[in-house]
T-cell receptor, first 112, second 115 residues
């Protein structure tokens, strides 16, 4: 069953801790993305990767880091430098750059 | 800078009525305009898209229109049903020179269809 899988679905973190969100896809897509969703603000791009071993900052990259060591994996680390990390995080992939996005089910991070 | 404005933020209609959501974009070079639907607690999914060489596209009860001169595009849902209740996002592609472009999303419209 092809798709894009995010884990964990819910995550709680104390202030000052880094946390890594997993994103795996078996669609053989080249491009992968991380978005942040906040109420009333739509989907904002954090990082994107067009190809393995390459990634670029999106609009709100500060306090986040990513890696793209494998085509199917694009993990996102929310660092302690992110001032307001509580949010819903969506990973997506697409066959072509800026083509149809296929989203994961999301990870909801709450910082206590 | 690049921007996509979406209106209204909330929309309530009676079952069977039509719903219209409007978006405007700032980059005249944008050429791809998708619409995503996100049901409560679920992932966004593409429902329809349009490219700049087309003025209108239909798929059963949904349609999208594009006015490149005015830089706006709209989603039209006819004969609304309760299962159409969701958040709808528009998006537009923006170019950064060469072949590099990315999607910018609107802020979303919460559509509630009252039975």
């Amino acid at each position: 069953d092809g798709g894009i899988t995010q884990s964990p679905k819910y995550l709680f973190r104390k202030e000052g801790q880094n946390v890594t969100l997993s994103c795996e896809q078996n669609l053989n897509h080249d491009a992968m993305y991380w978005y942040r969703q906040d109420p009333g603000q739509g989907l904002r791009l954090i990082y994107y990767s067009q190809i393995v071993n390459d990634f670029q900052k999106g609009d709100i990259a500060e306090g986040y880091s990513v890696s793209r060591e494998k085509k199917e994996s694009f993990p996102l680390t929310v660092t302690s430098a992110q001032k307001n990390p509580t949010a819903f995080y969506l990973c997506a992939s697409s066959m072509d750059w800026a083509g149809e996005l296929f989203f994961g089910e999301g990870s909801r991070l709450t910082v206590l | 800078g690049e921007n996509v404005e979406q209106h209204p933020s909330t929309l309530s209609v009676q079952e069977g009525d039509s719903a219209v959501i409007k978006c405007t974009y700032s980059d005249s070079a944008s050429n791809y305009f998708p619409w995503y639907k996100q049901e409560l607690g679920k992932r966004p999914q593409l429902i329809i898209d349009i490219r700049s060489n087309v003025g209108e596209k239909k798929d059963q009860r949904i349609a999208v229109t594009l006015n490149k001169t005015a830089k706006h595009f709209s989603l039209h849902i006819t004969e609304t049903q309760p299962e159409d209740s969701a958040v709808y996002f528009c998006a537009a592609s923006f170019f950064y020179g060469g072949a590099t472009n990315k999607l910018i999303f609107g802020t979303g419209t919460l559509l509630a269809v009252q039975p």
